[in-house]
């Protein structure tokens, strides 16, 4: 009898043990990016970025479990917009995806430039005569839905952001849309490539699944913008040489 209590009371307490794990599970975050410096990257097994590190503190001052999980970007942002509990950053703010997240923003701001293979021949100074070009970007990047937008006639999809600067330098297309920063990052790496004109100035932000609770979307604006006041994002932009948002 005494053996068949204690299985019971065992049985009882793994239950409960169980049911809160799931609880915590269920209020739990998860946040997907990608490997996107200055926002988001991984330096000598460190994760990093204007972005990153303003997440990290956001969430630590919530005293919210959470995980942060770097993936492709097409993954990323399929997962914010499909899994409940889920978020994407560094995201672009832009009119094709104002229904589909709940935002917590401004995380960063940042100019989009048009650039072509150092060498190429190719002089464009505006979106009317870069129209006559391929044009190449990776799927589901918010550049895909700016050269849209813009009515690129033809665009080329990738995978992710390496294969699309690949055909760049291997001449199968001949511009790209990408940050201004990153490009800068680019060519002090060794990239033949150089800059054709300013395509867009850019707000990023944290872009949750439509699903999130807005107390809690409250509480991680709060979280920004507290950030914002004591000048931490400033310093942050600085130190990443981004725009300060306004």
Known sequence: MGCRR??????????????????????????????????????????????????????????????????????AIAMAETEPMTCVFTAAH???????FKWVEPLAIDRNIIMSRKGSGIQVHNVEEARKYIVGTQRDDYTQALLERHDFPRIDLAANLDLTIKKLESGRIDLMPVSEKFYHKLVDE???????????????????????PDALIARMQDGLDRLIADGTQARLSREYGLLQPQ
Not at 94 to 100: A, H, L, N, Q, T
Not at 191 to 203: A, G, I, N, R
């Open 94 to 100: 832009i009119p094709e995806r104002e229904g589909r």
């Open 190 to 212: 060794g990239h033949p490539l150089e800059q054709q004109f300013v395509l867009t100035e850019q707000k990023f932000a944290i872009a949750c699944n439509k699903s999130m």
């Open 6 to 75: 204690s299985v019971l009371r065992l049985a009882v307490v793994s239950s409960l043990v169980f049911m809160a794990a799931a609880a915590m599970a269920q209020n739990s975050i998860v946040f997907t990016t990608e490997d996107y410096p200055p926002y988001n990257f991984r330096e000598n097994g460190v994760d990093k970025g204007v972005g990153y590190e303003q997440v990290e503190m956001i969430m630590k001052g919530l005293s919210i479990p959470y995980t942060i999980e770097m993936m492709p970007w097409a993954r």
